[in-house]
């Protein structure tokens, strides 16, 4: 994979940046001396240092200056003082990627000018680990080679999509609140397992690693994940108990509800 070229900048310092600063240069796309942040905290400065070996300041317009690929990595609470900040200092050189939710393109464009050329990120929290899941969408004027661009640096941490605009609620709802679902499924099948008398790190880490395992099966075998479930379950086993265990707690059902409610919220917080 052929380096960048672009100075990459980062306008907020926390978690998902530093993710991001950091699957770039482990994947050998971007050197330290590419990247720079800004954040008004010391401390989320210091740890993006610590992280990825590049430079910070607290000056977010010394960033915008100095980047061909700018990220704006801010809550969205704080993502409206930012840009008026930034409205007439973004260059044309520059590519400007948000990573804020709920905030639209619509609101980023009118923020920053016309012209801007503006791609919008949902990313999620396994970025931090390289096993990241993102949607993306190009504004009215980013390139196909802008979109390309964004494709190959969110697949130093994950997978990415691009998606309409419209449909970035949606990957919000799976994707996005997904982890957290995910984290109850575990907690819920270690506690299965001490009930049944399993110690407890034991059960954590079985049932851990059986979803890491199972996911990883999906994603690299290409076989549908019914058919999979089908393998496992042998007729009159274990497995088939369990999965009738699963059907009559509507645990199918429960899912896809909190997928839509999920989606259904990210609408009203971009509205």
Same mark, same amino acid.
């Given at each position: %994979?052929?380096?960048?070229?672009?100075?990459?900048?980062?306008?907020g310092?926390?978690?998902?940046?530093?993710?991001?600063?950091?699957?770039?240069?482990?994947?050998?796309?971007?050197?330290? #001396?590419?990247?720079?942040?800004?954040?008004?905290l010391?401390e989320?400065?210091?740890?993006? #240092?610590?992280?990825?070996?590049?430079?910070?300041?607290?000056?977010?317009?010394?960033?915008?200056a100095?980047? #061909?690929?700018?990220?704006?990595?801010? /809550?969205?609470?704080? @993502?409206?003082?930012?840009?008026?900040q930034?409205?007439?200092?973004?260059?044309p050189?520059?590519?400007?990627?948000?990573?804020?939710?709920?905030?639209?393109?619509?609101?980023?464009?009118e923020?920053?000018?016309?012209?801007?050329r503006?791609v919008?990120?949902?990313?999620?929290t396994?970025c931090?680990v390289?096993?990241?899941?993102?949607?993306?969408c190009?504004?009215?004027?980013a390139?196909?080679?802008?979109?390309?661009?964004?494709?190959?640096?969110?697949?130093?941490?994950?997978?990415a999509?691009?998606?309409?605009?419209?449909?970035?609620?949606?990957v919000t709802?799976?994707?996005?609140?997904?982890?957290?679902?995910?984290?109850? @499924?575990?907690e819920?099948?270690?506690?299965?397992?001490?009930? %049944?008398?399993?110690?407890?790190? %034991?059960?954590?880490?079985?049932?851990?690693?059986?979803?890491?395992?199972?996911?990883? @099966?999906?994603?690299?075998?290409? #076989?549908?994940?019914?058919v999979? /479930?089908?393998?496992?379950?042998?007729?009159?086993?274990?497995?088939?108990?369990?999965?009738?265990?699963l059907?009559?707690?509507?645990?199918r059902?429960?899912?896809?509800a909190?997928?839509?409610?999920?989606?259904?919220r990210?609408v009203?917080l971009g509205?």
């Amino acid at each position: %994979m052929a380096a960048l070229q672009q100075r990459i900048g980062f306008i907020g310092a926390g978690q998902m940046a530093t993710a991001l600063a950091q699957g770039l240069v482990r994947a050998g796309l971007a050197s330290c #001396e590419q990247l720079v942040a800004s954040d008004p905290l010391v401390e989320a400065r210091a740890r993006f #240092e610590h992280a990825t070996g590049a430079r910070t300041t607290a000056d977010n317009l010394e960033v915008a200056a100095s980047s #061909e690929v700018l990220f704006l990595a801010v /809550k969205p609470q704080q @993502m409206f003082g930012v840009l008026r900040q930034l409205r007439g200092a973004i260059l044309p050189r520059t590519l400007v990627v948000s990573i804020a939710a709920g905030v639209r393109l619509a609101v980023l464009a009118e923020a920053l000018g016309a012209g801007v050329r503006l791609v919008r990120v949902m990313p999620n929290t396994p970025c931090l680990v390289s096993r990241g899941a993102c949607g993306y969408c190009l504004g009215e004027h980013a390139t196909p080679d802008d979109g390309r661009l964004v494709q190959q640096m969110l697949e130093a941490v994950g997978i990415a999509f691009q998606v309409e605009e419209k449909l970035l609620d949606a990957v919000t709802g799976l994707s996005g609140s997904g982890p957290a679902f995910v984290y109850v @499924m575990i907690e819920a099948l270690s506690d299965g397992g001490v009930r %049944m008398g399993l110690p407890r790190p %034991m059960a954590t880490a079985l049932a851990a690693q059986t979803v890491r395992g199972a996911a990883e @099966m999906v994603l690299f075998g290409g #076989e549908h994940p019914g058919v999979l /479930k089908d393998r496992v379950a042998s007729p009159g086993g274990t497995t088939i108990a369990g999965l009738q265990a699963l059907e009559a707690g509507a645990v199918r059902a429960a899912l896809m509800a909190a997928v839509e409610a999920a989606t259904r919220r990210s609408v009203e917080l971009g509205s």
